[in-house]
């Protein structure tokens, strides 16, 4: 397939319905005052990738909860964007609904557990996971008392 792209698409979005794993070759042509540039090499093929899907079914793991630890696991989200899934982050709302806070990053596997929590708080987890492009968006929440 072959299409031009005028420069004002260019620069206020570039979108194409092109599905993932899609490879792309592209070639330039750039024009001023002058004229036309000559026409670039192809380009090497570049291959259509998108962020992750967020993760699902986010749970506790109640094995590994106790009065000041929780336990979680999750599942890849659906769709990895073409990419493989290079790890997740863990973040948490205390209770007051305010701002979430990192928990844990670099988490190459599907489970984690949280340490260091106060016994009888109950607190909001979410997940997101990251491919070679960036990062899903947050998983669904679940709250979980620590006891």
């Given amino acids: 397939m072959q299409c031009s792209i005028p420069i004002s698409t260019l620069t206020n979005s ?10 792309v070759n592209v070639q330039i042509i750039a024009i001023n005052a002058y004229g ?7 380009g090497t093929g570049a291959v259509i990738v998108y962020s992750p899907d967020a ?24 769709s990895n964007g073409g990419s493989p899934i290079i790890d997740y982050q863990v ?8 701002s979430l806070t990192l928990v844990a990053a670099n988490i190459t596997t ?27 968006s947050y998983s669904l929440s679940v709250s979980i008392l620590a006891a």
């Fill in 91 to 98: 973040w948490y709302d205390c209770g007051n609904q305010s």
């Fill in 110 to 136: 599907t489970s984690y557990t949280v340490t260091g929590l106060i016994a009888g708080h109950t607190y909001v987890f979410v997940v997101r996971s990251r491919n070679s492009v960036m990062f899903s």
């Fill in 14 to 23: 570039l979108t194409f319905n092109l599905s993932v794993g899609v490879s």
């Fill in 36 to 42: 036309f540039s000559t026409v670039s090499v192809v």
């Fill in 55 to 78: 993760p699902i079914n986010l749970v506790e793991n109640t094995l590994v909860t106790l009065q000041n630890q929780i336990g979680l696991s999750w599942q890849a989200g659906l």
